[in-house]
Nanobody, 121 residues
Framework: VQLQASGGGLVQAGGSLRLSCVASGGTFSGYALGWFRQAPGKEREFVAVISTGGSNAEYAKSVGGRFTISRDNARNTVYLQMNSLKPDDTARYYC???????????????WGQGTLVTVSS
C-alpha cells in the first residue's frame, strides 16, 4: 500500500490550500483515512479523520470550522480542504490509512510521505 500526498505549498495567512492523497496497491474504500501533521520540533498531531463511506468525520479543535476532510472512493483519494490558514498551521501534513475510525496515530498502519504546508504571516 502506498499513499501519495500532494498539494502543499506556501500561502499567506487567511489563504486556502487543498491537499490530496492518492492510495494505491490495496483496498481503499474499506478503511478510515486520516490526516496528521508535524511542525518542526513538535510531535505529530491528529488533524482529521473520515469514515469508510465518508459519512462521518472528526477534527482537531484547532482546525474545526476551517478544515474539511472528504474522500472519493472511486478515485482512491482523500482530500483536506484548508481555509483561513494561520501561521500555526505550518507543518508537514501526512495522510494515513487505518482499520479503525481513530484520532490516534498508533491506529494507522500505512502512511504517506507528507506534504509541506507553510503559512506566512
Amino acid at each position: 500500500v502506498q499513499l501519495q500526498a500532494s498539494g502543499g505549498g506556501l500561502v499567506q495567512a487567511g489563504g486556502s490550500l487543498r491537499l490530496s492523497c492518492v492510495a494505491s496497491g490495496g483496498t481503499f474504500s474499506g478503511y478510515a483515512l486520516g490526516w496528521f501533521r508535524q511542525a518542526p520540533g513538535k510531535e505529530r498531531e491528529f488533524v482529521a479523520v473520515i469514515s469508510t463511506g465518508g459519512s462521518n468525520a472528526e477534527y482537531a479543535k484547532s482546525v474545526g470550522g476551517r478544515f474539511t476532510i472528504s474522500r472519493d472512493n472511486a478515485r482512491n483519494t482523500v482530500y483536506l480542504q484548508m481555509n483561513s490558514l494561520k501561521p500555526d498551521d505550518t507543518a508537514r501534513y501526512y495522510c494515513a490509512r487505518s482499520r479503525y475510525y481513530s484520532t490516534y496515530s498508533r491506529s494507522y498502519m500505512y502512511w504517506g510521505q507528507g506534504t509541506l504546508v507553510t503559512v506566512s504571516s
